[in-house]
C-alpha cells in the first residue's frame, strides 16, 4: 500500500486494546456459543416433534452443524487466552479470505501473529472475519445472525427515547414551511440533529458489556438540556465547518458508512429525514451497512430493513416495563417510520446494496469488513471511492470507522485530522462522528488532551467524549 502512517499501530496491550482482549472478546465469545446452544436445544426439541422423516433428517443436520460451530468457537476461546498464532481463514467462497490471511503471513514475518501481538484493529477485523468463516461452512447456518437476538433486544429497551425523538420531529413538522425557508432556523436543528446523532453512536453493544440497561438509558437521554452537558465533552467540533459546507448543497446525496443498528440507526434515520424533508440541501440518502455480522452491533441489510418495519409494529416497544406511551406520542412515531417505508420505496433512502441482500454478498460493500484502514480507499475499491465522490456530504459513523479512517495508530492527539486520514483527505466531503471507545484521537489540542491524561481522565476510551471530525473535498 502506497501510504505509510510515520506511527505504528495500536497493539491489543494498548489500553482499551488490553480491555478488549482479556474482557471483551470472551464475553461477546461466550455470548455467541450461548446463543448457539439455545438455539441448537431448540432444535430439538422440534426433531423430538417432528414426524416427516425428511424434515428430521435436515433438523438432524442442522443440529449436528450447530454443535460443530460451538466447537470451533470454544477452540478459539481457549487459544486466544493462551495468545495463540491467528490460524489461516478456511476458504469459504466470500470476499477477503484472501487479504486477511495476506495479512498472517506479513504479521507472522515480523513475530506479530499472535491474539496479543498482533496490531489490535487487524485482529479484531480478523475475529469477525474468521467467525463469519464457521458459519459459511456450513449447509443450515449460512445466513445465520449470531447477534440478531441481542441488537433486537437492546433495541427494545430504546423505547423511551425513540418515542421522545419522534415527538421532537412531529413538533417540527408543524412548522415545516417555515422551517425550510429560515436558513437560520434550520442551522439550530441542524446542529442538534449532529449532536443527537453523534451521541447515538454511545450505545454500542460491543462496548456495553458491563452496562446495566438503566445506565445505557441514560446513554441515549435526548433533548437539548441532555446535549448542553454533554457539549463540553466535545473535544473537537466542526459543526460550524459542516453546517458552512451543507448550506451550500442544493437537491445534493448524503452518504451514511453505518456503524450499529438499533438506537443509532434511529438517529441516523432521524438525521437523515431531517436533512431531505426540512431542509432544501440534501434530496436523497444513501446508507453503507454491513454485509457479514460485524463488531456485534453493525447494521446489516436485513437490521436496515428490519428496523423500519419495528417501528410500524405498535407492540415493538409495548412489552418494557414502565413504558406510558400515548396514542398521539405512538402517532407521532407512527407517522415518521411510515414516511420513511414511502421514501425507500421511492429511494430516497436507498442501501448501498439490495435491501433483501443475504448475509455474505459479494460486494463492493465488502471494503468495509477488510482489514484495511480506509487510507487505501482509492487504490483498492476504486469504485467504491468514485460512488462516494458524487455525495455531497459522506457521514463516517462511529468508533470503528474512525480507527480506520486514522489506520488506528498512535498519532499525537493534536495531528490534525486531515493529515491523519491521509489520501483519503479531499477526496469528498467527510465527516466523522465519533464517540470515544478506543486510543486513537486526534484534532484535539495538545493542551486539553493532556490536561485530561493529568486529571486521570479515560476520554480516549470510556465512552464520554467524543469527536466531530469535517474535511471538505479539494480533489
Ligand atoms: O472493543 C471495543 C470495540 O469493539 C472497539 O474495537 C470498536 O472500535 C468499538 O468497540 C466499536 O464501537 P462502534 O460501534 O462505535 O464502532
Ligand atoms: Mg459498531
Same mark, same amino acid.
Given at each position: 500500500?502506497?501510504?505509510?502512517?510515520?506511527?505504528?499501530?495500536?497493539?491489543?496491550?494498548?489500553?482499551?486494546?488490553?480491555?478488549?482482549?482479556?474482557?471483551?472478546?470472551?464475553?461477546?465469545?461466550?455470548?455467541?456459543?450461548?446463543? &448457539?446452544?439455545?438455539?441448537?436445544?431448540?432444535?430439538?426439541?422440534?426433531?423430538?416433534?417432528?414426524?416427516?422423516?425428511?424434515?428430521?433428517?435436515?433438523?438432524?443436520?442442522? #443440529?449436528?452443524?450447530?454443535?460443530?460451530?460451538?466447537?470451533?468457537?470454544?477452540?478459539?476461546?481457549?487459544?486466544?487466552?493462551?495468545?495463540?498464532?491467528?490460524?489461516?481463514?478456511?476458504?469459504?467462497?466470500?470476499?477477503?479470505?484472501?487479504?486477511?490471511?495476506?495479512?498472517?503471513?506479513? &504479521? +507472522?514475518? *515480523?513475530?506479530?501473529?499472535?491474539?496479543?501481538?498482533?496490531?489490535?484493529?487487524?485482529?479484531?477485523?480478523?475475529?469477525?472475519?474468521?467467525?463469519?468463516?464457521?458459519?459459511?461452512?456450513?449447509?443450515?447456518?449460512?445466513?445465520?445472525?449470531?447477534?440478531?437476538?441481542?441488537?433486537?433486544?437492546?433495541?427494545?429497551?430504546?423505547?423511551?427515547?425513540?418515542?421522545?425523538?419522534?415527538?421532537?420531529?412531529?413538533?417540527?413538522?408543524?412548522?415545516?414551511?417555515?422551517?425550510?425557508?429560515?436558513?437560520?432556523?434550520?442551522?439550530?436543528?441542524?446542529?442538534?440533529?449532529?449532536?443527537?446523532?453523534?451521541?447515538?453512536?454511545?450505545?454500542?453493544?460491543?462496548?456495553?458489556?458491563?452496562?446495566?440497561?438503566?445506565?445505557?438509558?441514560?446513554?441515549?437521554?435526548?433533548?437539548?438540556?441532555?446535549?448542553?452537558?454533554?457539549?463540553?465533552?466535545?473535544?473537537?467540533?466542526?459543526?460550524?465547518?459542516?453546517?458552512?459546507?451543507? +448550506?451550500?448543497?442544493?437537491?445534493?446525496?448524503?452518504?451514511?458508512?453505518?456503524?450499529?443498528?438499533?438506537?443509532?440507526?434511529?438517529?441516523?434515520?432521524?438525521?437523515?429525514?431531517?436533512?431531505?424533508?426540512?431542509?432544501?440541501? #440534501?434530496?436523497?440518502?444513501?446508507?453503507?451497512?454491513?454485509?457479514? @455480522?460485524?463488531?456485534?452491533?453493525?447494521?446489516?441489510?436485513?437490521?436496515?430493513?428490519?428496523?423500519?418495519?419495528?417501528?410500524?409494529?405498535?407492540?415493538?416497544?409495548?412489552?418494557?416495563?414502565?413504558?406510558?406511551?400515548?396514542?398521539?406520542?405512538?402517532?407521532?412515531?407512527?407517522?415518521?417510520?411510515?414516511?420513511?417505508?414511502?421514501?425507500?420505496?421511492?429511494?430516497?433512502?436507498?442501501?448501498?446494496? @439490495?435491501?433483501?441482500?443475504?448475509?455474505?454478498?459479494?460486494?463492493?460493500?465488502?471494503?468495509?469488513?477488510?482489514?484495511?484502514?480506509?487510507?487505501?480507499?482509492? *487504490?483498492?475499491?476504486?469504485?467504491?471511492?468514485?460512488?462516494?465522490?458524487?455525495?455531497? &456530504?459522506?457521514?463516517?459513523?462511529?468508533?470503528?470507522?474512525?480507527?480506520?479512517?486514522?489506520?488506528?495508530?498512535?498519532?499525537?492527539?493534536?495531528?490534525?485530522?486531515?493529515?491523519?486520514?491521509?489520501?483519503?483527505?479531499?477526496?469528498?466531503?467527510?465527516?466523522?462522528?465519533?464517540?470515544?471507545?478506543?486510543?486513537?484521537?486526534?484534532?484535539? @489540542?495538545?493542551?486539553?488532551?493532556?490536561?485530561?491524561?493529568?486529571?486521570?481522565?479515560?476520554?480516549?476510551?470510556?465512552?464520554?467524549?467524543?469527536?466531530?471530525?469535517?474535511?471538505?473535498?479539494?480533489?
Amino acid at each position: 500500500m502506497s501510504f505509510k502512517a510515520p506511527y505504528p499501530p495500536y497493539d491489543p496491550l494498548d489500553t482499551a486494546g488490553y480491555d478488549t482482549v482479556i474482557r471483551r472478546w470472551p464475553i461477546i465469545i461466550t455470548s455467541v456459543i450461548d446463543e &448457539l446452544h439455545n438455539k441448537c436445544h431448540f432444535l430439538s426439541l422440534q426433531l423430538k416433534d417432528s414426524a416427516e422423516e425428511a424434515g428430521k433428517a435436515e433438523l438432524e443436520e442442522s #443440529v449436528a452443524e450447530g454443535n460443530q460451530i460451538i466447537g470451533k468457537i470454544s477452540k478459539l476461546k481457549y487459544e486466544m487466552a493462551r495468545d495463540r498464532e491467528l490460524e489461516p481463514i478456511d476458504e469459504d467462497g466470500e470476499p477477503n479470505v484472501e487479504v486477511y490471511n495476506k495479512g498472517l503471513e506479513e &504479521l +507472522k514475518a *515480523e513475530a506479530k501473529n499472535t491474539w496479543f501481538t498482533a496490531p489490535w484493529l487487524y485482529a479484531e477485523c480478523y475475529l469477525y472475519r474468521l467467525l463469519r468463516s464457521y458459519f459459511t461452512a456450513t449447509k443450515h447456518w449460512k445466513l445465520y445472525d449470531p447477534f440478531l437476538s441481542s441488537k433486537t433486544k437492546t433495541f427494545k429497551h430504546s423505547g423511551d427515547s425513540v418515542y421522545k425523538l419522534a415527538t421532537t420531529v412531529y413538533e417540527l413538522a408543524k412548522n415545516k414551511d417555515e422551517l425550510r425557508a429560515d436558513p437560520a432556523k434550520i442551522e439550530v436543528i441542524f446542529k442538534e440533529m449532529i449532536q443527537m446523532c453523534l451521541w447515538g453512536n454511545a450505545t454500542d453493544l460491543s462496548l456495553l458489556t458491563h452496562l446495566t440497561e438503566d445506565d445505557i438509558k441514560n446513554l441515549q437521554t435526548v433533548g437539548k438540556d441532555a446535549q448542553a452537558v454533554r457539549s463540553k465533552f466535545i473535544l473537537k467540533d466542526d459543526q460550524e465547518e459542516v453546517w458552512n459546507h451543507v +448550506k451550500g448543497l442544493k437537491g445534493a446525496r448524503v452518504d451514511f458508512v453505518l456503524d450499529n443498528a438499533g438506537f443509532e440507526l434511529f438517529t441516523d434515520l432521524v438525521f437523515a429525514d431531517f436533512l431531505v424533508t426540512y431542509t432544501p440541501f #440534501v434530496s436523497k440518502v444513501v446508507f453503507h451497512p454491513k454485509v457479514i @455480522p460485524w463488531f456485534v452491533s453493525d447494521v446489516l441489510p436485513v437490521d436496515f430493513v428490519q428496523t423500519i418495519e419495528q417501528l410500524l409494529d405498535p407492540t415493538f416497544f409495548s412489552d418494557l416495563a414502565g413504558k406510558d406511551t400515548s396514542a398521539a406520542v405512538e402517532e407521532h412515531l407512527h407517522a415518521m417510520a411510515k414516511r420513511w417505508r414511502t421514501y425507500v420505496e421511492q429511494g430516497v433512502f436507498e442501501l448501498s446494496v @439490495p435491501l433483501e441482500s443475504p448475509i455474505g454478498v459479494d460486494a463492493e460493500a465488502a471494503f468495509w469488513t477488510s482489514p484495511y484502514p480506509y487510507w487505501n480507499l482509492q *487504490e483498492l475499491s476504486p469504485a467504491l471511492a468514485d460512488d462516494l465522490k458524487k455525495s455531497g &456530504l459522506v457521514i463516517f459513523k462511529g468508533d470503528l470507522n474512525y480507527r480506520k479512517l486514522t489506520g488506528d495508530v498512535k498519532w499525537p492527539s493534536w495531528t490534525p485530522f486531515i493529515e491523519a486520514i491521509g489520501p483519503l483527505a479531499g477526496l469528498f466531503p467527510l465527516l466523522s462522528l465519533r464517540t470515544n471507545k478506543a486510543d486513537v484521537a486526534v484534532g484535539v @489540542p495538545k493542551e486539553v488532551s493532556e490536561k485530561l491524561d493529568q486529571e486521570g481522565e479515560k476520554w480516549r476510551v470510556d465512552g464520554r467524549y467524543a469527536l466531530i471530525s469535517f474535511v471538505p473535498a479539494t480533489k
